[in-house]
């Protein structure tokens, strides 16, 4: 098992440039969450699926983030036109339940985004 | 808002002593999380304990709830360098959302 996978670990984009972060969950979970961590407003809630539907993007800031998991295998998250304030660790997060507040939750190392 | 809370930003203490992190939420629970995260890597869960419970062990780990005054502890004993890292409280909201708490960063000193 080689728990939850997020690729790349650190990416450098131009302000305005897209960037796109990869996540692979564990094989089997249901439940699929992204996060947001920066030092000022620590863990963020992004957005989560279940069963590759999406449940709930009210943490998604609306005009340029998106998120998509087009199967249970991988889901990705989208940022378009970057901005400096967009830099931060995007982690994802797998369950093999859909209720996290019952269930393990299993968090990916992270990709480190920098927008310059 | 900030559903849950460690109630110290940061705690040192040398190897082998023990320490307890604290933590305060704000709303009823159906269970709080304890988790870790060490540099470099994502928060792993350590210990889920559930609104009915009142401990729970994992090892050298040991969380109590007190859903009286909706406060939580994380203590560890017998504590080891690689014990540091930033330690979170985290409670559940709707729609399975996780609140973290801000962190309390840990520093086990040799």
């Known amino acids: 098992n080689a728990g939850v996978i997020q690729t790349p670990r650190h990416k450098v984009t131009g302000k305005g440039q897209e960037a796109t972060l990869w996540c692979e969950p564990i094989?089997?979970?249901?439940?699929v969450f992204w996060y947001r961590q920066t030092i000022v407003q620590g863990l963020e809630f992004l957005t989560y699926?279940?069963?590759?539907?999406?449940?709930?993007d009210s943490g998604m800031p609306k005009e340029r983030f998106s998120a998509q998991m087009p199967n249970q295998s991988h889901s990705t998250l989208k940022i378009q036109s970057t901005q400096p304030q967009d830099s931060a660790v995007y982690l994802c997060?797998?369950?093999?339940?859909?209720?996290?507040?019952?269930?393990?939750?299993?968090f990916g190392k992270g990709t480190r985004l920098t927008v310059v | 808002s900030q559903l849950a809370e460690e109630n110290s930003w940061a705690l040192s203490v040398h190897e082998g002593e023990s320490v307890t992190v604290n933590c305060s939420y704000k709303t009823s629970i159906t269970a709080l999380q304890w988790y870790r995260q060490k540099s470099g890597k994502g928060p792993a869960q350590l210990i889920l304990i559930r609104s009915n419970e009142r401990e729970k062990r994992n090892g050298r780990l040991r969380a109590t709830l007190d859903t009286s005054s909706q406060s939580s502890s994380l203590s560890i004993t017998a504590t080891r360098c690689e014990d540091t890292a930033v330690y979170f409280c985290?409670?559940?909201?709707?729609?399975?959302?996780?609140?973290f708490g801000d962190g309390t960063q840990l520093v086990v000193k040799p």
């Open positions: 997060a797998s369950s093999l339940g859909p209720g996290t507040t019952n269930t393990e939750v299993f």
């Open positions: 699926f279940r069963n590759q539907a999406p449940i709930d």
């Open positions: 094989s089997g979970h249901s439940a």
């Open positions: 985290a409670t559940g909201g709707s729609n399975n959302r996780i609140f």
